[in-house]
């Protein structure tokens, strides 16, 4: 992977982790879905700030994701876009102080070394 596509992929990173983060923050206004309020919750996306930043954020995510594609094979930019559920838990832990579990970091070492060998080039 050249340096211009691996700027790609952490854009695409990146802008699609803030959109996760922002879509956490607007569910959590909304508060839980069940069957009696879904379609009032459905309607009241489009009042929540954090909720459109985060789904503008997917567009623009998806965006530069699009670009890697266009220079990257798939078998290589899908797997490598797992490298954002590392930056999800660590946002999670840092401003919504979730907690991370050892059994949860073992998993995300995982996931590292997967991608790691997936972009391996000799």
Known sequence: ???????LLIVSILISTAG???LKIGANKLGRVNLG???T??????TI?????GLTCYGFGAMFYILLLSRVNLSVAGPSVSIGYI????????I????IPFIRLVGLSFIVVG???VVWRK
């Open 87 to 94: 930056f999800s838990v660590l946002l999670g832990y840092w």
């Open 41 to 46: 919750h459905i309607l009241s996306i489009i």
């Open 1 to 7: 992977m050249t340096p211009q596509e691996f700027s």
């Open 115 to 117: 991608v790691i060998l």
């Open 20 to 22: 996760q983060f922002f």
């Open 49 to 53: 700030p954090e909720l459109l930043i």
């Open 96 to 99: 919504l102080k979730e907690p």
């Open 37 to 39: 309020n879904a379609i």
